[in-house]
């Protein structure tokens, strides 16, 4: 599940750095809006694509090492697990947004039964508009829009990816470039149905100082203000700038294939099955956990956090017979992440794994851990 985490946000921050460089300012604002959702909308599913699975040979042993020490043993220290507090960080961050997204949705139902002066905003069938204002036709009109094309489904999608992934930065760009493309197809809809940009262009200028809701298709964001006028004049539109749409093809494979490496850096093969003859260390299985119990039980890391656990560790053996790609799967305490990883990593060459006959990479697993006995 971390791994999918990690590759879901650096999709994210690729997708958005694509949009940022070669479509933001781009016209056809149709399609920047079913980039930007696609492409959110991808980040998640392409880490979920199933790649060949790691069919590996595990080693099915726990190697624990034991050793003396005094009858009078240290008191243990109690030590939590850095993985833990970012797991209760994270999930604090998740309930502190939904908690705030019920309270902006309250907010907003009551601003839809007691609008306010002057007010001009919807969200999803709601329109709330004060007929009195001056050019309220064009308003409605622009509201309309938003309405018909479900802009507060892409706000309200956004906001859950942002529940997610509250600590990625980058969410909160995408949620900022969606709500400015609903204004520019707006903006540009009413524009043409009233056939008078200046006039419309005015109308926004004039109400600048009006505010809304948070989450609402606001006629008015103050913040937007300058593009949606130099929006409005603006066309781009040509077939140059169209083929950088499918630039989006390149790249999402290139995403795809990134994450099928990132998941499967080493294509393993399955032992046990005809044909298939696995790694072996110099000596056999005995000779490696004897290596590994001559290096655990002299290493002082993992003596001194004896009390912790065992680590999992998972490594390649390469069509080399090198120890390679050595990754902690599992730890209770990080300080011995580094240590089994070296440990790991200094094994003597062994003898590749064989499948039909062709040398093939495969992956192990083994557990380390040091338990002392104590002797009075």
Not at 27 to 33: H, P, V
Not at 42 to 49: E, H, N, V
Not at 87 to 116: C, Q
Not at 144 to 155: K, T
């Amino acid at each position: 599940m971390t791994v999918y985490f990690i590759l879901v946000h650096i999709c994210l921050i690729a997708g958005f750095g694509f949009y940022k460089v070669f479509l933001e300012k781009q016209t056809y604002f149709t399609l920047n809006r079913i980039s930007l959702i696609g492409l959110a909308v991808l980040s998640f599913c392409i880490p979920a694509i199933p790649v060949n699975a790691h069919l590996s040979a595990s080693i099915p042993l726990d190697l624990v090492i034991h050793g003396e020490t005094l009858s009078q043993v240290a008191p243990q220290m109690w030590n939590v697990h850095i993985t833990d507090w970012l797991k209760w960080i994270y999930f604090t961050g998740v309930f502190f947004k939904v908690g705030w997204l019920i309270i902006r949705l309250l907010y907003i139902r009551n601003k839809i039964k007691k609008p306010a002066h002057n007010a001009a905003f919807s969200f999803f069938k709601y329109k709330v508009i004060d007929r009195n204002a001056a050019n309220s036709e064009m308003i409605d009109y622009h509201e309309d829009v938003h309405i018909r094309q479900w802009h507060s489904l892409d706000i309200l999608f956004f906001e859950i990816v942002a529940i997610v992934a509250w600590f990625n930065p980058v969410v909160y760009f995408y949620q900022r470039s969606i709500k400015r493309t609903h204004e520019f197809l707006a903006d540009r809809e009413t524009a043409r149905h009233f056939g008078n940009y200046y006039q419309y262009a005015s109308l926004i200028l004039n109400r600048s100082s009006q505010s809304s809701p948070e989450m609402t298709n606001a006629f008015t964001d103050k913040h937007l203000l300058k593009q949606r006028i130099a929006m409005l004049g603006r066309n781009n539109a040509s077939k140059a700038n169209l083929a950088k749409y499918v630039l989006l093809i390149p790249v999402l494979l290139c995403l795809t294939s990134f994450s099928a490496l990132y998941k499967n850096p080493a294509a393993t093969a399955e032992m046990g099955r005809k044909g298939s003859v696995a790694p072996a260390f110099p000596g056999g299985l005995d000779a490696f956990l004897g290596y590994l119990s001559k290096e655990v039980s002299q290493s002082d890391i993992f003596k001194v956090h004896h009390d912790q656990g065992k680590v999992l560790v998972s490594f390649v053996v390469d069509a080399d017979g090198n120890v390679v790609s050595p990754q902690v799967m599992d730890s209770p305490n990080a300080k011995l992440n580094s240590e089994a990883v070296r440990i790991i990593r200094n094994s003597p060459r062994w003898s590749p794994g064989l499948q039909d006959g062709r040398v093939v990479r495969v992956r192990h697993e083994i557990k380390l851990g040091y338990q002392l006995s104590s002797t009075n």
